[in-house]
């Protein structure tokens, strides 16, 4: 039933009744979608829409939309949300007087001081079960609260993991719950439908993802989960100094961690101080590493706490009202110190033990106290003195959890409200269980236990036959009072039905598993959920088809995400099969379509070929727009296998799919498959035409991640273009939905490009390395397979540098890399040209015979590699004096100029293309044409503009002009080198500086032939 706002305070947007779907349908009209759209992403239909939107309108007392939305941004100067420090928190504070603990409290104020000042800092407070971690966190947040009234956020983690964000969840719901709706949507877009997934079931009317709705990518959705809760955080920060706190840091899931660890390095978060308590002797490998991350980058602040001195514990005893009458045969330091020995001054025990002895009615004389032995027995003597009927009500709950739902524990007790109650009235006067509903008017009521021990000492209590049923009826009644709400419920049905054993239907536990699988997959949560669906497949031999199928589909995504790509690639292929036996088409299509994503983004194309073809198969004469994308696929693979013709036929295929359908979004996807296709072969010009075409219809449509993919291309194709402005206006557009989405690829593609561009224009040696360590440091740590273009540049900023023997190391590792692929050329071609200017003419010539085959073929498609094979083999024929051979390269040089309409190698430092043309016709003998070319590509580097590509060809021209004689031409030859020694100067190339003096001493005699000019080789020493 959605939630209604009725009973809010005044001023707020909720006094106007609005429900949780009015509230939905409000955030879409902010975004200013139309009707139908916003029925489309609801799910409903656009007469209730309709309905909605006039609703709005009267509680408003607006006329129209535009009204509407004035209406709402009326409120959004309304000054800073605020919100009352955590009750539960509060309530730790209270218990009791606080005793000790000034060191450690010291140090928290420490820290606040730093925060106050702007400062982003991290704390961790660990120490034994019970040891008083929780109530220091809480003391310590009472004193700022009274003192400096910052924003307080608390979120717990709890040992049966409801959720893999739910401390997160918990600690966010207040605050987000205080926000307008047209604030929360102007301050978060469409990201604020993502907070639905760490807090589903708080009564917050936040934009709902519907079921059925495309998924993106986990990781992608990872991102966009981490950028919702950093904003809202951010948000928070601004108005106050925050202390976040999160409890039993040693129960968070990896998930959680990964959220932690990521608020710390982003650093975005001003004023903010959190704080987060874990065991010392329960961590898991997760934490360990988190941990050890934080060590090495974010340096937080460790406090140990060990037990109380008896000078505390007499304090403790001393405050405890009504426990411990007093007696005058008793000496309170000595009580003090046995409940010290007993206890070793762990708070927890020490006040059960006081607790224990006030009910007892009153401590006997000393020596002869009757001391339990741990905290189990003292919890166990207090839930003897409770009703049964209690006792059997408390014996439920710490089934349920550490923190559970009053209406699942009444429906497995199967009582009225008045017995309810009156149980729960009773545990809580006990002090063993305490109310942690919110004030929300959609909050649920739930309770939770004081302490985890407390609830194990409970659970402990009941036998495992017991255990079982109570958690095959908590699956139950989870069942029956959710329906609705099955896929957010599912991970607690899940572990229910688990936990239930024998006495459960096995297929039932197949299914929810999935479900919990895919649900935590939609919320980031990929580790979480392949754990889910491993254990789902401990019971597969029962399920039916359909959800074996669903099951190994899931777990090749999850797989897919935590970077285990041959088991995922094997777990689709399982999916897929079964699906193809259920005859289902769409289900082929999307499966063999991540399979074959996972391949080609990571080049190992054979496979990617494999799947995508396996795909088509299982579609037989299907014909639909499923058939149509993974035709675009395979077109994708086959392309960057270096199959230009199959490539160009699949792409045709798919947009005559797309035509005959009238599917406008299908031919956006053909468009974007032959944007990514067509530089596989340099062909950027034609690229880039089909890319605007395609960037109008996807901008448009829900697939953002094949809109970062193609712009990614589109980006490069244009810096190959020289069409520099339009290459930035493009990166604009594609770097923050890339982040978003999660597309690496596409984020890379950005960041290289961005780093061209500096390179043109600076031309630092030094920086190139350094974006080159970073760029191959990424591709590691993505597991993006295109390393031989960061070992490229790194080869080039050493060939720059002057430091050629590193520079061929760089190379040559470059090419074995290039070795896997089929773009054969970029590397080879590289190492051997620093060979020739090392004047290791041997080498050089076999690397050329050996891989000459490589070079292009006339009057054809030919592979990128190929062509920068001609590009950069001439320079280094020349170099080494093999002018004919370097003459021969001409037309192919030409080709490629007309065919591509590429200005500059963007993945080679921006060679220009007709610098190589003017050297090849120089070798050649064709001084006309040399002279053409070489104006042209200094024209190129100037408009780029290309500061170490213009001193290359300044060079190469003041050398031909020595070549071809004549005093004019020997004058203007030696005004060109020496511009280019000073810009190598300038650049600091040494090597390059001693070649343009080399080129000047040397004597030139005019009208050589080609083949036989003096000055050739450049062998320069080292």
């Known amino acids: 039933m959605p939630a209604d706002f009725s009973q809010a305070k005044s001023g707020s947007f909720r006094d106007k009744g609005i429900t949780s779907r009015e509230s939905e349908v409000l955030q879409a009209v902010l ?57 539960s928190l509060l309530r730790m504070a209270n218990a009791g007087e606080f005793v000790g603990r000034f060191p450690e409290l ?16 991290l704390v961790l407070v660990s120490g034994d079960p019970g040891i008083g971690k929780s109530r220091l966190v809480a003391e310590f947040a009472r004193q700022i609260s009274d003192n400096d009234h910052p924003l307080v956020i608390y979120g717990r983690c709890d040992e049966d993991v409801a959720g893999p964000f739910e401390a997160v969840g918990h600690a966010l719901a207040p605050y987000i719950r205080a926000w307008e709706p047209g604030r929360l949507a102007g301050e978060l877009g469409d990201l604020a439908a993502e907070l639905g997934r760490i807090i589903p079931n708080s009564g ?169 032995h741990g905290v189990k027995d ?47 009235e009773e545990a809580t006067q006990a ?84 479900m919990a699988g895919r649900a935590a997959l939609n919320s980031s949560a990929a580790e979480e959920g392949l754990r889910y669906l491993n254990q789902a497949m401990m019971f597969m031999d029962t399920a039916q088809a359909f959800d074996r199928a669903e099951l190994w589909f899931q777990r090749g995504l999850a797989l897919r995400t935590v970077g285990r790509w041959p088991d995922s690639v094997a777990s689709l292929r399982s999916a897929v099969d079964i699906y193809a036996e259920l005859g289902d ?25 494999d799947l995508a073809l396996y795909g088509l198969k299982m579609l037989g004469s299907y014909n639909g727009s499923e058939r149509g994308r993974l035709l675009g696929a395979l077109s994708f693979v086959h392309a960057w296998s270096g199959e230009y013709e199959s490539s160009a036929a699949n792409i045709h295929e798919e947009l005559d799919i797309a035509s005959r359908l009238e599917d406008t979004e299908l031919r956006g996807h053909g468009l974007a498959m032959r944007t990514m296709q067509l530089p596989a072969f340099l062909e950027h010009r034609e690229a880039v035409s089909a890319g605007y075409e395609a960037l109008e219809i996807l901008r448009h449509s829900d697939d953002a991640w094949t809109l970062t993919s193609m712009l990614g291309f589109l980006n490069y194709a244009l810096v190959g273009l020289g069409r520099l402005d339009e290459a930035r206006a493009v990166g604009a557009e594609l770097a ?112 050329f015979a050996e891989h000459r085959n490589t070079l292009p073929t006339p009057g054809q498609a030919n592979t990128c590699g190929s062509w920068v094979a001609a590009l950069t083999a001439v320079e280094g024929l020349v170099v080494l004096g093999e002018m004919e051979q370097a003459g021969e390269l001409l037309p192919a040089i030409e080709e490629c100029i007309e065919r591509t309409g590429v200005v500059c190698v963007e993945f080679r430092g921006g060679r220009l293309l007709k610098r190589s043309a003017a050297i090849a016709a120089a070798a050649a003998g064709d001084w006309l044409r040399a002279e053409r070319y070489f104006r042209e590509a200094l024209q190129d580097a100037e408009s780029i503009p290309h500061v170490v590509e213009r001193a ?66 450049f062998k320069i020493s080292r």
């Open 31 to 87: 975004n200013h979608l139309a009707n139908a759209e916003i029925a489309a992403s609801l799910g409903i239909s656009v007469r209730t829409v309709e309905s909605h939107v006039s609703n709005l309108l009267t509680k408003f007392d607006v006329a129209d939309r535009a009204g509407l939305v004035a209406a709402v941004r009326a409120h959004d100067d309304a000054g800073p949300v605020r919100i009352e420090a955590p009750p």
């Open 106 to 121: 010291q140090q928290l104020h420490d820290e606040w001081g730093k925060v106050k000042g702007g400062a982003q800092r």
């Open 204 to 372: 917050i009317p936040l934009p709902r993802i519907p079921l059925d709705a495309t998924r993106p990518d986990p990781t992608i959705t990872r991102l966009r989960l981490f950028d919702a809760v950093t904003r809202v955080l951010r948000h928070a920060s601004k108005s106050s100094a925050m202390l976040i706190a999160i409890d039993d840091l040693h129960w968070a899931p990896e998930p959680t961690l990964l959220l932690l660890k990521h608020l710390m390095q982003v650093e975005v978060l001003e004023r903010t101080l959190i704080v987060c308590s874990l065991r010392s002797g329960e961590v898991s490998d997760a934490l360990i590493e988190f941990i050890g991350d934080l060590r090495r980058d974010a340096t937080p602040v460790q406090i140990q706490l060990g037990g109380l001195h008896t000078q505390e514990i007499a304090q403790l005893l001393g405050s405890d009202v009504g426990s411990v009458p007093p007696r005058e045969d008793i000496f309170p330091e000595s009580v003090a110190h046995e409940i010290f020995t007993e206890t070793r001054g762990n708070p927890l025990y020490a006040g059960e033990l006081i607790r224990s002895l006030g009910e007892d009615g009153g401590l006997r004389p000393a020596g002869k106290t009757d001391v339990p």
């Open 378 to 424: 003292i919890v166990a003597a207090r839930v003897r003195r409770l009703k049964h009927e209690t006792q059997a009500l408390l014996g439920m709950a710490a089934v349920l959890g550490q923190e559970f739902e009053l209406s699942v524990l009444q429906r497995i007790a199967g009582i009225d409200d008045h017995t309810l109650l009156e149980g729960v």
């Open 431 to 514: 002090q063993l269980l305490y109310d942690v509903t919110g004030i929300s008017p959609g909050a649920v009521e739930r309770f939770e236990f004081v302490h985890a021990i407390v609830r194990r000492a409970i659970i402990e209590n009941i036998s495992a036959a017991r255990v079982r049923r109570i958690h095959a009826a908590a699956a139950s009644a989870l069942e029956h009072l959710f329906p609705h709400a099955l896929e957010e419920r599912a991970d607690e049905i899940a572990r229910h039905l688990v936990q239930a054993g024998p006495i459960t239907d096995r297929q039932n536990i197949v299914r929810y598993l999935t």
């Open 585 to 609: 088409v769409n289900a082929i299509s999307r499966t063999c379509s991540a399979a074959s994503h996972t391949m080609f983004w990571f080049f190992r194309m054979h496979e990617a070929t």
């Open 736 to 847: 923050p939905i890339a982040v978003r989405v999660g597309n690496y690829a596409a984020q890379q593609q950005h960041t290289r490009m961005n780093a061209m561009i500096d390179f043109f224009q600076v031309g630092s040696p030094v920086a190139l390395e350094k974006f080159a360590r970073r760029d191959f440091s990424f591709c590691h740590a993505v597991g993006l397979a295109t390393l031989e273009h960061s070992l490229a540049w790194l080869g080039l900023a050493k060939f720059l540098a002057g430091e050629w023997e590193e520079a061929k190391d760089a190379y040559s590792a470059a090419l074995d890399e290039e070795a896997k692929t089929a773009m054969v050329g970029w590397g080879w071609s590289a190492l051997f040209e620093v060979l020739a200017y090392m004047g290791d003419s041997q080498a050089a010539i076999a690397l």
């Open 952 to 1017: 290359h060809t300044l060079r190469f021209h003041g050398k031909m002009l020595l070549q071809s004689g004549g005093k004019a031409s020997s004058e203007r030859a030696l005004k060109y080198l020496h511009e280019a020694r000073a810009a190598y100067m300038e650049l600091a190339m040494p090597r390059h500086v001693a070649i343009c003096d080399v080129e000047m001493q040397v004597p030139r005699t005019s009208n050589k032939a080609a083949g036989s000019v003096e000055g050739m080789p």
